[in-house]
């Protein structure tokens, strides 16, 4: 695989790892918000869900001191490309900087659960839509 191919990939995965952050956040944001402007979706099910577990692997990942698999491929794919891990476009480097910021370990696992505790408290405020029978 040619180191173009290599680096277009790993941009990808940083990309879907961006997307993947910011449905977590914006997530809860809209379903707290749609709460108070009677949005009907974000009392979706499936939705919630979803939202649900995306949180709780990141929490139980920082609680077992896991590296996000998408970090761990996309370093991977720029270092066989032979390229630096953090250099690169204009748009990769604020990427990198909204995702990836250093802190004591014990910060990121504090963090994420606090978050992943305000996920879980949507659901007993912010109730999703029963099933039809």
Same mark, same amino acid.
């Given at each position: 695989m040619?180191?173009?191919?290599l680096?277009?990939?790993?941009?990808?995965?940083?990309?879907?790892?961006v997307?993947f952050?910011?449905f977590?956040?914006l %997530?809860? $944001?809209?379903?707290?918000?749609g709460?108070? !402007?009677?949005?009907?979706?974000?009392?979706?099910? #499936? /939705?919630?869900?979803?939202h649900l577990?995306?949180?709780?692997?990141v929490?139980?990942?920082?609680?077992?001191?896991?590296?996000?698999?998408?970090?761990?491929?996309?370093?991977a794919?720029?270092?066989?490309?032979?390229?630096?891990?953090?250099? %690169?476009s $204009?748009i990769?480097?604020w990427?990198?900087? !909204?995702?990836?910021?250093?802190?004591?370990e014990? #910060? /990121?696992v504090?963090v994420?659960?606090?978050?992943?505790?305000?996920?879980?408290?949507?659901?007993f405020?912010?109730?999703?839509?029963?099933r039809?029978p």
């Open positions: 040619t180191p173009f191919l680096i277009l990939l790993a941009d990808a995965l940083l990309i879907l790892h997307l952050v910011a977590v956040v %997530g809860l $944001f809209a379903v707290y918000v709460y108070f !402007l009677n949005w009907q979706w974000v009392r979706n099910r #499936v /939705f919630r869900i979803v577990c995306a949180i709780g692997y929490v139980v990942q920082a609680w077992l001191g896991v590296v996000c698999p998408l970090t761990i491929w996309e370093m794919l720029r270092a066989k490309a032979g390229t630096a891990t953090y250099s %690169g $204009f990769q480097h990427l990198h900087s !909204l995702l990836y910021y250093s802190a004591p014990w #910060v /990121f504090v994420y659960t606090l978050f992943g505790t305000l996920v879980l408290a949507s659901w405020v912010v109730k999703p839509r029963q039809a």
